[in-house]
């Protein structure tokens, strides 16, 4: 229970209006909210349900293209939406922090971690340069970021997606706020670090008291967290209730579909015949960024029409792996082989129908989409390179498209990635690269961003595709329940090498390599103990434990 239950948040008659096709159209209709000191509130539904529109509210904030119509947010007090500007900027940083959802998107890369987590304490004035940079260490340990002494004074571009979520929740917390918006702040986590980011989240809640707003489409995750959870779709309440009762006994049925697990189980294909040809081979390939060896001896193959599930904590290499097989990041040693013959180790040597044939989905849609072309036009743009299309014929295959990706044409062909949500964007991720026509495509955490249900749809989608075209994929995730919806085989790795490989039905079955039993014991379950539970088991008594308590991940 909080320590100090007073009221922190109110939230009343909350509307918030966008801007789209010349007129403005309400996307929240009349919201309430009440947060009290040191009580964690979970803001979960779909993709476009309007929890991070609510979250950004909260802090007196909208998007551009959006405003507050009516209601009142109080913070403390302080009605955020009548205040001046300088008012709320006082607040943001100090009392009032924000955990986005793309890390990658939200840092500098002009500037060092460290700069960037010094910046709000030195503003504020609440601590010297030497003390906040010390803070900032202590905070990069607790989070189990590697060489936490040192890694502060690399680029944002220099670290791993997890890495840099994790750098960014220490930020957040650089000045002790009254309030923190983690908006989906383990989404690009693997499961390990997962386990240590949510304690850590919770020892600093409830250590200092503080309020947050979580948000989330990670049932499992929110069990973990939150003191009462709130359902929203379409930017209406659907009900609210404390985290028990609302895991136990849903009222509604769109609540109770939430919580339904994923019902998706693709059947498992037979392993290809002795000797057959991989689509693409992974042969010892070793690499390196600068002097730093990342990758050592790694082996693999991927035949046609068959799904390759890579796993593994962050920084083990999965996804430096995918940019040596498309050329972004040549091997040092080692090949890549695609039906037989040897690619080019760099893109740009090449063809370009070796480029068409492999192409790859981000994790990060908010870097990956350009912010200043339209979603017609960014998925139009490989239809225009690799199949010469052009006029109405690009116009009708850029509109089927968005259909399989389940975005209305009409709706979505000339609004920015801005407009739209995460899930959306890594939608239209997906829709760029199916462009291609491609035999084979990287998917490199392509529902991390996505709820349940949206999840599920996409893993039919790209199902439907593998056997209608043939299509062969590799699967960057640390999503074991992705894994076992749609995999053929499994490999694992860590630190740089492939620690296990094989059939997904022998991979979850024991005896594990103790990685990989690590991965599976360390999946979320909808059990609000879950979490101390499994700290208890492994010996963790605080947060500052848990690093020793799991295998050393990157």
């Known amino acids: 229970m909080p320590k100090d239950q007073s009221v922190l948040l109110e939230i009343r008659d909350l509307r918030i209006e966008g801007y789209s096709d ?15 000191r040191g009580e964690v509130v979970g803001l979960i539904g779909e993709s476009g349900a309007g929890k991070s ?17 009516d209601g009142t947010v109080e913070f403390d007090g302080m009605d955020l939406t009548s205040a001046t500007q300088s008012e709320r900027r006082a607040l943001r940083g100090k009392r009032i922090a924000y955990v986005a959802q793309s890390a990658a998107a939200s840092f500098n890369p002009a500037h060092k971690l460290i700069d960037q987590h010094t910046e709000a304490p030195l503003l504020h004035k609440l601590m010297t340069k030497a003390e906040s940079q010390a803070d900032a260490v202590e905070l990069y340990r607790r989070l189990r970021l590697p060489n936490p002494e040192d890694i502060g004074f690399r680029y944002p571009h220099q670290v791993s997606g997890g890495q840099l979520q994790r750098a960014m929740t220490a930020m957040a917390m650089s000045c002790r706020p009254d309030l923190i918006i983690f908006d989906e702040p383990t989404t690009a986590l693997d499961v390990t670090t997962q386990i240590e980011v949510l304690a850590a989240i919770r020892d600093i809640v409830e250590q200092f008291n503080t309020a947050a707003l979580y948000i989330t489409h990670d049932l499992a995750v929110v069990a973990q967290m939150c003191d009462r959870i709130k359902v929203f779709l379409k930017g209406d309440e659907v009900e609210e209730a404390a985290t028990r009762e609302m895991l136990e006994h849903p009222k509604e049925e769109y609540t109770k579909s939430l919580w339904a697990v994923r019902s998706f189980q693709r059947e498992q294909k037979p392993r290809p015949p002795e000797g057959s040809t991989p689509l693409v081979s992974i042969r010892n390939i070793s690499a390196a960024y600068g002097d730093v060896k990342v990758l050592n001896d790694v082996s693999f193959d991927i035949h046609p029409g068959m799904t390759v599930a890579v796993v593994g904590e962050s920084g083990s290499g999965k ?31 090449r063809t370009k129908d070796q480029l068409r044939q492999a192409q790859m989905i981000y994790q990060m849609a908010d870097t990956a ?17 690799y199949a010469g299309l052009r006029g109405a014929d690009l ?55 996505l709820d349940q249900l949206v999840a599920e749809g996409i893993l039919r989608l790209l ?14 995730t640390h999503d074991l329940a992705t894994v076992r919806s749609i995999a053929d085989e499994v490999v694992v790795m860590k630190e740089g090498k492939v620690v296990e490989a094989g059939p997904k039905d022998v991979m979850f079955r024991p005896p594990h390599h103790p990685y990989t039993d690590l991965l599976l014991s360390s999946v979320p379950e909808m059990d609000p103990d879950w979490l101390t539970n499994l700290l208890n088991e492994r010996g963790v008594d605080n947060v500052g434990e848990a690093a020793a308590a799991s295998s050393g991940g990157n």
């Not at 439907?464 to 590799?474: E, F, T």
């Open 22 to 36: 010349e007129q403005w159209i309400e996307i929240i209709h009349g919201i309430d909210l009440t947060l009290h």
């Open 53 to 69: 529109t609510i979250g950004l509210a909260a802090m007196g904030f909208t998007r551009d293209g959006c405003r507050i119509s």
């Open 319 to 349: 996804s430096t792996t995918a940019r040596c097989i498309t050329g972004l990041l040549p091997p040092t040693e080692g090949e890549i082989m695609f039906n037989g013959t040897a690619l080019p180790p760099r893109y740009q040597d």
């Open 369 to 385: 989409l350009n912010p200043k072309k339209t979603i017609g036009e960014i998925i139009g743009r490989p239809l225009q390179f």
């Open 395 to 449: 116009k009708k295959r850029v509109d089927e498209l968005l259909d399989q990706i389940e975005l209305e044409p009409s709706k979505y062909y000339h609004r920015l990635p801005s407009e739209l949500s995460g899930g959306q964007k890594q939608r239209v991720g997906i829709a760029r690269s199916l462009a291609a026509e491609p035999s084979f495509i990287i998917c490199d955490e392509v529902t991390s961003a």
């Open 463 to 476: 199902d439907r595709l593998q056997k209608d075209l043939g299509l062969a994929y590799m699967f960057i």
